[in-house]
């Protein structure tokens, strides 16, 4: 244990000065644990595998400092990000509504949505609210914490996908494009319409968004784009051919860590290059994704469908029975689907003052049939993103500070539903 504290620190003191993660530090971690990541590391593919940790090291004055260590990262690697994609848009949705700047428009206004196009769906209530009607605050709400795909649906209606990805190049998130609605079969035009909808406050219209189209496409040319040896398709047919993801979401990990960086530490990033959000923005997102779904009340989500891991994949995999430990709280976003399991989530333990970044992404699919609900989640995935999540903790729980982190910013008071 020492000796790997030791190497880390080592390492530490050479991330300041490179550009790249280090590649050999998590390679000795997984290989000094085969009880634990055998199975991964004997897979022909290895599952898939793709790690970016990040410690951060506070001066004196609690800014953090980064040094990254990856495993597999390779973002021309094609996987499919699932609902990781909910996070850069709501953060988008709440840029647009500062940006607009129309006076009393605000996240809680009532947001009603129409139909302009083939598929589209119309919105006039939400039971799950406190109001009963939808907004804006809501749906992010829902995002953070069980990962709705409606929710994230009606954010990309906002926004629109032309100011999302022109968003996304504002970031210099380069190995990204999000293109379409998740969990409803969105593909080709349909992408590109989104819907019109409009905002009130006590049945006051505030602000109309019309229907947009967005005529750009957003190529990328990625290794493993096609994948398995056949797939069922919408009425459960079996085609035998692989299934193309190259007109898909894509959202490489790196991408993911730096949102997520960007967000829980915009004092490290130039003004120009820092989200265009509120103290208040940042508070509300912050709580939320942190918050486990059987703490919160409207939206209110019970046993034994929702549970206080239910998106927590990294450190409790995402299990309906872990144990919770009282002073650790996790801010990510989580996504699964086509075998893939993904974390990217930022991992705090306030009693013992440790805080660390792990993004990981792991995939499997025994029988190469895409779309058929037969994934070994379950049995290799979450439990690898668990072990994970637990080795990294106990390696910086030994691992010495200079300075110990003030971590106020991240600490909430949170219900006590039973």
Known sequence: MKHFCI???MMTAFGSFAQQPDTVFLKGILHGHPELFSGILNHPTQNEVQILYTRIDRDKNNIPHFSSYSYRLNAR????PASTVKLPTAIFALEKLNELKVKGFSRKSVMIIDSSFAGQTKVSADTSSATGLPSIENYIKKILLVSDNDAFNRLYEFVGRAEINQKLKKYHLDNTRIVGRLAIGDAGESTRHTNPMNFYNDNKL???KPGLYDESNYPMHLENMLQGKAYLDSSDR???????????NVYSLADQQMVLKRLLFP????KAQRFNLSADDYQLIYRYMSTFPTENTKPTYNRPEYFPAYCKFLFYG????ALI?????????VGDSYGYDIDNAYIVDFKNKVEFMLSAVVQSNEDGILNDNKYEYATVCLPFLKNLGQVIYQYELKCPKKHLPDLTKFKF???KRK
């Open 267 to 270: 004092e490290t990033f130039p």
């Open 7 to 9: 190497l880390l620190l």
């Open 206 to 208: 505030i602000y109309h």
């Open 238 to 248: 079996l085609v035998n051919k692989p299934l193309d993801f190259s007109e898909k």
């Open 77 to 80: 690697h094609y996987f499919y």
């Open 325 to 333: 430990n009282p002073d650790i709280r996790i801010f990510n976003k």
């Open 318 to 321: 995402g299990d309906s029975t």
């Open 413 to 415: 008071t949170y219900s």
